[in-house]
């Protein structure tokens, strides 16, 4: 069993019902990494789709998720509710649930994804660096106030236009481009991109804005099977205003094709101006 399908593993407490062990080596900081928490989610309303309607629709293709609260490393339950099955999808509503207390609400549609090409399509993969050209990532990383655990679950090389924060010299794109593989080799699958999909770091460290940004609110969608290999992903804001930010992200597998997108609401401190400053 890999790293990834271990730490998102359900057990059937019940028939709606499904315990889950949360994995610290999967963090930023002192906070479970949102797209592990969303992939944590679907593998348990996947099997819950599967009762319903074995080997019918095993993949998760879309997933809209609310925050509510942070879950500790640890035992929680993910309780879920089967809302229809249908012949082309199966709709789950779920919640992460620990110490009584909703940690993540989702929505989330099942079917059963392809890997052939496009029948049409806008999107061909952004201008970034070869990845051997690219740095990577590591747990600790200059101009970052946190320990990176999930950098060594994941290996992450980042475009070294995009690094000018980790020295105090943002360049202020308001966009970052990455290749992205899953650390002991494993390949890539509809839930293990979900961690794609949350991508870190955050567009708001290279506008030149410090700390971390946590996710309000998440939607996703998985296109297709991605091919062996690397992931592209390009992340950008088009605004951040009121201690808000939208990410835009899209991922692209090693033969170009558009494998995911998403785009969320997270929360960032906007630095006061000096001259504001009391």
């Known amino acids: 069993m890999s790293e990834f399908a271990r730490a998102t593993h359900p057990k059937r407490n019940?028939?709606?019902?499904?315990g889950v062990t949360l994995d610290d080596q999967w963090s930023i900081g002192d906070k479970l990494h949102g797209g592990y928490l969303l992939a944590v989610v679907a593998r348990a309303a996947a099997?819950?789709?599967?009762?319903?309607?074995?080997?019918?629709?095993?993949?998760?293709?879309a997933i809209s998720a609310t925050y509510v609260q942070p879950p500790e490393p640890g035992a929680a339950e993910v309780i879920t509710e089967l809302l229809r099955s249908g012949r082309s999808a199966t709709q789950v509503q779920a919640r992460l649930v620990q110490d009584g207390a909703t940690c993540v609400s989702a929505l989330m549609t099942f079917g059963a994804l392809g890997a052939d090409d496009p029948y049409w399509t806008s999107s061909a993969p952004v201008d970034l660096p070869p990845r051997e050209r690219c740095v990577r990532i590591p747990v600790e990383s200059p101009g970052v106030d946190a320990r990176l655990s999930l950098m060594g679950m994941i290996e992450q090389?980042?475009?070294p236009a995009a690094l000018g924060f980790a020295i105090g010299e943002p360049s202020r794109?308001?966009?970052?481009?990455?290749?992205?593989?899953?650390?002991?080799?494993?390949?890539?699958?509809?839930?293990?991109?979900?961690?794609?999909?949350?991508?870190?770091?955050?567009v708001s460290l290279e506008m030149g804005i410090p700390g971390w940004a946590p996710t309000l609110q998440l939607t996703a969608f998985v296109r297709r099977h991605p091919a062996p290999g690397p992931l592209q992903v390009h992340?950008?804001?088009a605004e951040i205003s009121d201690d808000r930010m939208d990410e835009t992200t899209t991922v692209w597998d090693s033969?170009?094709?558009?494998?995911?997108?998403?785009?969320?609401?997270a929360?960032?401190?906007?630095?006061v101006p000096a001259k504001q400053r009391h």
């Open 235 to 237: 992340t950008s804001s």
């Open 14 to 18: 019940d028939v709606d019902r499904y």
């Open 267 to 271: 929360g960032v401190r906007i630095p």
């Open 157 to 159: 090389h980042i475009d």
């Open 47 to 61: 099997a819950r789709a599967d009762e319903a309607k074995p080997d019918a629709h095993p993949d998760v293709s």
């Open 173 to 202: 794109r308001g966009f970052v481009g990455t290749w992205v593989s899953l650390a002991d080799g494993t390949a890539w699958d509809p839930f293990s991109m979900l961690i794609a999909l949350d991508p870190s770091p955050p």
């Open 255 to 265: 033969e170009g094709r558009v494998v995911g997108q998403a785009v969320q609401l």
